[in-house]
T-cell receptor, first 115, second 113 residues
Framework: EAGVAQSPRYKIIEKRQSVAFWCNPI?????LYWYQQILGQGPKLLIQ????????DSQLPKDRFSAERLKGVDSTLKIQPAKLEDSAVYLC?????????????FGPGTRLLVL | GENVEQHPSTLSVQEGDSAVIKCTYS??????FPWYKQELGKRPQLIID?????GEKKDQRIAVTLNKTAKHFSLHITETQPEDSAVYFC????????????FGGGTRLMVKP
């Protein structure tokens, strides 16, 4: 079974530039999550999708971050404009459904450095 | 919202010794508690989880205990091996929040041969 795929793996940009990350979940997984993991900290949930609908985006900085999952499969996360404090690993995860107790499978992450 | 505290932040043990990592949570509605292992530069991977209807779960050298009254849960690794060296994260998910996980800050475990 193929795992969660993410690209790019690394990205270096200057502050105020824009950047986009892509995620392809495990086939058949209805729920997709984006997490931000700052160095030395645990992952922090940014947004959760159930199919193509948003379940929760309460921790997404909506003035600069946006995410979409138009066809209920792949998803993109965008930052515009980027700030220095956005430097982090952005992890995508997926689960079969959105129910409690379901295992979330993580992708390899995209490491973003904002200079 | 949920808040998860994890201790210690670093833990160094000799190979063959046991390691214990503890987490506390704030939301009494939380009822799912997974543990993830993250090796350097790799993705987090689930190693064990526990649901609120049980107090303990074991899988070979790994066990997790849950005390809902005190709102804390712990990861126990016995007979540690160098390949257990990694960062371990606990997490909690409230029943009324779908599958939203709140993670602890992580514990860096170092197993010295």
């Amino acid at each position: 079974e193929a795992g969660v795929a993410q690209s790019p793996r690394y990205k270096i940009i200057e502050k105020r530039q824009s950047v986009a990350f892509w995620c392809n979940p495990i086939s058949g997984h209805a729920t997709l999550y984006w997490y931000q993991q700052i160095l030395g900290q645990g992952p922090k949930l940014l947004i959760q999708f159930q199919n193509n609908g948003v379940v929760d985006d309460s921790q997404l900085p909506k003035d600069r971050f946006s995410a979409e999952r138009l066809k209920g499969v792949d998803s993109t996360l965008k930052i515009q404009p980027a700030k220095l404090e956005d430097s982090a690993v952005y992890l995508c995860a997926s689960s079969l459904g959105g129910g409690v107790w379901e295992t979330q499978y993580f992708g390899p992450g995209t490491r973003l450095l904002v200079l | 919202g949920e808040n998860v505290e994890q201790h210690p932040s670093t833990l160094s043990v000799q190979e063959g010794d046991s390691a214990v990592i503890k987490c506390t949570y704030s939301d009494s509605a939380s009822n799912y508690f997974p543990w993830y292992k993250q090796e350097l530069g790799k993705r987090p991977q689930l190693i064990i989880d526990i649901r609120s209807n049980v107090g303990e779960k074991k899988d070979q050298r790994i066990a997790v205990t849950l005390n809902k009254t005190a709102k804390h849960f712990s990861l126990h690794i016995t007979e540690t091996q160098p390949e257990d060296s990694a960062v371990y994260f606990c997490a909690a998910s409230p029943h009324d929040a779908g599958n939203m996980l709140t993670f602890g800050g992580g514990t860096r475990l170092m197993v010295k041969p």
